[in-house]
Antibody
Framework: QVQLVESGGGLVKPGGSLRLSCAAS????????MSWIRQAPGKGLEWVSY????????YYADSVKGRFTISRDNAKNSVYLQVNSLRAEDTAVYYC??????????????WGQGTLVTVSS | DIQMTQSPSTLSASVGDRVTITCRAS??????LAWYQQKPGKAPKLLIS???TLESGVPSRFSGSGSGTEFTLTISSLQPDDFATYYC????????FGQGTKLEIK
């Protein structure tokens, strides 16, 4: 069965950095687009970034552009989110997701359990 | 950027009620719309994609309709397990979510 396991969250000071990781299993990882989606405490869902199956196509939300970097290693079945210059408003649970269908961008069928990033001095 | 607006923000209903949640896009997104259900402390669950395609294992009391800029999620007969927060999401142009609709027990 499909599994997505995020790690790397934690407490970080404003201006700090973290690298979030998502380990995938149960499917052919290199066939699927992957995204990061976040949810601030008590708030709604915010899409953050996606990466195509090959890694050749990458997009970011305006709120994180220039500060966050998504990447993937298809040999390790993993996707990453490097988060730099963190702000208090980046405090959220960060979810790793897999799109519904192979080779095309679409809805997010599979979600990890999330990893909490807290930005506070 | 495409803005998604859901209404209502909160909906109070009883078991057995038929409820409808509306989602409007700021420009046409064809049928590239998904609906998700989220319960407290859990990851969202995909219910419907491409505006009206029910995902495997989702009860048939859920249905989606619409195209262009106006979409609806309907639950035909509310069950206790359906009280949750629902989000629409467009994926025509990158991605964006609606603000969510919290479905509460009346």
């Amino acid at each position: 069965q499909v599994q997505l396991v995020e790690s790397g969250g934690g407490l970080v000071k404003p201006g700090g950095s973290l690298r979030l990781s998502c380990a995938a299993s149960g499917f052919t990882f290199s066939d699927y687009y992957m995204s990061w989606i976040r949810q601030a405490p008590g708030k709604g869902l915010e899409w953050v970034s996606y990466i195509s199956s090959s890694g050749s196509s990458i997009y970011y939300a305006d709120s994180v552009k220039g500060r966050f970097t998504i990447s993937r290693d298809n040999a390790k079945n993993s996707v990453y989110l490097q988060v730099n210059s963190l702000r208090a408003e980046d405090t959220a649970v960060y979810y790793c997701t897999r799109d519904r269908s192979s080779m095309v961008r679409g809805a997010h069928l599979h979600w990890g359990q999330g990893t909490l990033v807290t930005v506070s001095s | 950027d495409i803005q998604m607006t859901q209404s209502p923000s909160t909906l109070s209903a009883s078991v057995g009620d038929r409820v409808t949640i509306t989602c409007r896009a700021s420009q046409s997104i064809s049928s590239w719309l998904a609906w998700y259900q989220q319960k407290p402390g859990k990851a969202p669950k995909l219910l419907i994609s491409k505006a009206s395609t029910l995902e495997s294992g989702v009860p048939s009391r859920f249905s989606g309709s619409g195209s262009g800029t106006e979409f609806t999620l309907t639950i035909s007969s509310l069950q206790p397990d359906d009280f949750a927060t629902y989000y629409c999401q467009q994926y025509n142009s990158v991605y964006s979510f609606g603000q969510g609709t919290k479905l509460e027990i009346k």
